[in-house]
């Protein structure tokens, strides 16, 4: 099995305390060893000879951390970031997303995945919760560019039986490959665009299949109000009363959940994907993370979409993660440094269920690590590394990154695809991509 | 006069459109002709023979637009980021900013301005205006590393007539200096921690010599309430009856104005320094943007300071500025990106009273420029460049700034200073910087 070492790096380690508070601690000049795709060991530099290893990466001045983890996105979507500012959430989705949508063919999935995983590769997220339409070339992309993904095809009810065919075949497929790093989930959009036949169907998928399931929901608490008014529930009860509300679930968003729901939602044993930067920028809420993590939640950070998002930055997802709950709060001492690195590493691996082997770095961990150079100015005096982490990175910052033991960027260079041929891929259908067409669109926005 | 060609670049060129909404529009393909230190031509490329010009940036694919303005920093505080995380806002100022800087000497204010600087500049900051102690020592460091600065002498109303002179040998001794690139302001805190008979005497001076003021005011509603109960005036109000409230006035914050403060304060023609990030970490107010804007107030971006802020990064502060209002209002269509740009550049210039001459890619303006690379992954494909600007630009895609006629940074390196070197010096200086004795700080927060 190949072998890598990663040489004398402060290692960011991330704990809680006997009271629960979390803690973030940093070893000095230490090696991380790698055998295959495992952390064999975290130990002082200088008792590993680096001519023993297949790889060496020499780290010393700068950090190494878990790969971040996004837990929410639609990767592909890239490919129309731009196209939709300043405008309301309904002719964001009416007029925009979904007309835009309907211009899509499996080849612009296909290269947005590449560009996307690339922006996030660079930036240090290894792991991405994808949910998007032609998911089985996405998931092609995701497998040659070397990233790991938990990757579901987008359904909506209005497609019916064969969106259910669609599913299974895809999960039957792309379960497991990529030597593992591709994993899959049944994918309907939300509760809004699903009936409850439709959600029950997929929840029995969920069932059959072993997989989890991916699904938006509550995204604001206008969602929830208009779910009361029509249905007497809020989409989480629905959510619970078809089945999908179960361990492993991914909530996007849930920041129009009530008190009653986020019982049910612990109770289940479900995670919550966060997008604070889309919020913010769409006028959303922001889903309450402290009451979600009190009862247990997990909570994980998260870009959705760059038509929202702009970007797939994850660095900026952690700090807005942090201040907005101070904001919300109006409490400085709300979410503090090390519980927003938690969220970041651990609490994100926990949404996917994989916290048990992804999120840290400890010996038996999947090498899925990044190395960060915090030697910049806008890092210095470096007085504190985890608040540095925080609200300082950029993710230009990100040096090198490894994904189940693999380096996949090297010095700020992806190894296995060349990103200039995958612009100029995009760029060659940029025409066709922007062409609104009135009426033409894949969907209605009505909640 | 020396001379500098940017050649074959995209201008950015923003503009009000006959109704008021502001319009941003993209130049393609066009030269930037800088004579001395003002732009005397911006035409299509081909016109211009790069071998009559002493020096030449070839921009072919990037974006010019003009440089960042900070208008409102305390830029040698980079010197104690990281070190007050996650406290109350009481706290912050009295177990941490204030204790820490009693440690101040002349010196770290020199190595810390430096560093601020260069951050600043990597970044894309041409301009700042800075509100901090030994500001004589400041000015040599702005000088020295070749940015523009509109410079105060912090005082409080506690150290009396000594900070008076202070004040004024300061602005007699550096108004005007560094070939016009350094101005001066008169610079007390806040209301709140100086009385009135010395902000009458600021005012005096303000008289006396002609320059600006620039002080803190209204940094957050339980501000203004205190100041109503313990005096019956709003911040603003007492900045009006001690001849403070005037035009060209540079007021920090203003987040807890009330609106009669607000119509003051449009009479007056003070301009607000915007500084998002802090408000959102510090779990502040908001500047009422909009409200400000609608009387005409200008209103610029800022970064205060980097220990409530962590960097001096104006681009993350753009791209707040604009979603926190977007959040404020629950509306996505509030402050758009042209708007935002606006803020950014013209309307910063205006806020220190310079709009005349700075903020605009125009001939007679003042050259100070910044050629942006959009060619990163996180842009493309580039549906929007004024999107791609707010929403996606990192300070690392800045390429080459120019202040006042002259390269500064030339492909992301410092010309005029060894980063490595002021790096090294306040590293020197890091455990000194970070004690805190109890009981001794420079001033008691109770607003």
């Known amino acids: 099995m190949p072998t890598l070492l990663i040489q004398n790096a402060a290692v960011l380690t991330l704990t809680d305390a006997a009271d629960g508070t979390p803690r973030a601690e940093v070893l000095a000049a230490h090696d991380v060893l790698v055998v295959g795709n495992l952390i ?207 361990r492993g679930t991914i909530i996007a968003h849930a920041c129009g959940v009530l008190p009653n729901d986020i019982e049910l939602m612990a109770d289940a044993g479900v995670g919550v994907a966060h997008a604070p930067k889309t919020y913010l920028k769409l006028g959303m809420d922001v889903t309450p993370i402290p009451a979600l993590r009190s009862v247990g939640v997990a909570v994980g950070l998260a870009s959705d979409g760059a038509v929202s998002n702009n970007t797939l930055d994850l660095w900026e997802a952690l700090r807005l993660c942090a201040m907005m709950q101070k904001d919300r709060a109006r409490n400085p001492e709300v979410l503090p440094v090390a519980e927003a690195l938690l969220i970041a590493t651990r609490e994100s691996a926990r949404v996917l269920g994989m916290d048990d082997r992804l999120g840290a770095v400890k010996p038996g961990y999947l090498a899925d690590l990044i190395v960060v150079d915090l030697s910049g100015l806008h890092h210095q005096p470096l007085h504190s590394i985890p608040a540095s982490l925080v609200y300082n990175t950029m993710a230009s910052d990100v040096q090198t990154v490894i994904v189940d033991g693999r380096v996949v960027v090297r010095d700020r260079h992806l190894r296995h695809i060349d990103p200039v041929q995958v612009v100029h891929q995009v760029n060659r259908n940029m025409q066709r991509l922007a062409q609104r067409v009135p009426g033409q669109r894949i969907q209605t926005y009505q909640p």
Chains 1, 2 share one sequence.
């Open 40 to 246: 064999s060991a975290v130990q002082p530099t200088g008792q590993a000879d680096p001519s023993q290893f297949d790889e060496v990466v020499r780290a010393g001045g700068k950090l190494v951390m878990p790969g971040l983890i996004n837990t929410h996105a639609h990767v592909p979507m890239v490919i129309f970031r731009g196209l939709a500012e300043d405008v309301s959430i309904d002719r964001w989705f009416n007029e925009f997303i979904w007309p835009l949508e309907s211009n899509l063919q499996p080849d612009d999935v296909y290269w947005g995945m590449l560009l996307g995983a690339s922006e996030m590769l660079l930036g240090g997220v290894t792991t991405v919760a994808d949910h998007y339409f032609h998911m089985d070339v996405g998931a092609r992309a995701i497998d040659e560019i070397g990233m790991r993904g938990v990757l579901g095809w987008a359904v909506f009810g209005s497609q019916g039986q064969s969106a259910l065919e669609t599913t299974e075949r895809f999960i039957r497929e792309h379960q497991g490959t990529a030597g593992g790093r591709i994993s899959t989930v049944v994918a309907p959009h939300a509760p809004y665009t699903c009936d409850d036949d439709f959600l029950r169907a997929c929840a029995g998928l969920v069932e059959k299949l072993s997989v989890p399931a991916h699904i938006h929901a509550a995204e604001m608490r206008e969602q929830t109000d208009l779910s009361l008014q029509k249905r007497g529930l809020t989409p989480i009860e629905i959510l619970q009363q078809t089945g999908l509300l179960r």
